[in-house]
Nanobody, 128 residues
Framework: QVQLVESGGGSEQSGGSLRLSCAAS????????MGWFRQAPGKEREGVAA???????RYADSVKGRFTISQDNAKNTLYLGMNSLKPEDTAMYYC??????????????????????WGRGTQVTVSS
């Protein structure tokens, strides 16, 4: 049974920082693409960042230079470091897993449909 459990969300003021974690269990693929998505009320779910099994990373333009995706394979944990937070970063943040690092190539990583496992999300709220 694959489980992805996010944590680390909360409320921050504009310019602040948060670090999200996603603990993975039961996921046995050697090659994979792990992603962070977010969804604000009334908006579509959007890809924020992704990392593959070789550590190659992808970022949405809106977070490039502010967010950092990383992974600790020994702990089976995915992270999203978020700095210089803005009110428009307010959303529910989800981690997701896709079976194969090809899904991290090009723009594939931004499509929610390529991911077959999802966590339940953690809320991030940024006030101005």
């Amino acid at each position: 049974q694959v489980q992805l459990v996010e944590s680390g969300g909360g409320s921050e003021q504009s310019g602040g920082s948060l670090r999200l974690s996603c603990a993975a269990s039961g996921y046995t693929y050697l090659r994979y693409c792990m992603g962070w998505f977010r969804q604000a009320p009334g908006k579509e779910r959007e890809g924020v960042a992704a990392i593959d099994s070789d550590g190659r990373t992808r970022y949405a333009d809106s977070v490039k230079g502010r967010f950092t995706i990383s992974q600790d394979n020994a702990k089976n944990t995915l992270y999203l470091g978020m700095n210089s937070l803005k009110p428009e970063d307010t959303a529910m943040y989800y981690c997701a897993a896709a079976p194969g690092d090809d899904y991290c190539s090009g723009s594939w990583w931004t499509y929610a449909g390529v991911y077959n496992y999802w966590g339940r999300g953690t809320q991030v709220t940024v006030s101005s």
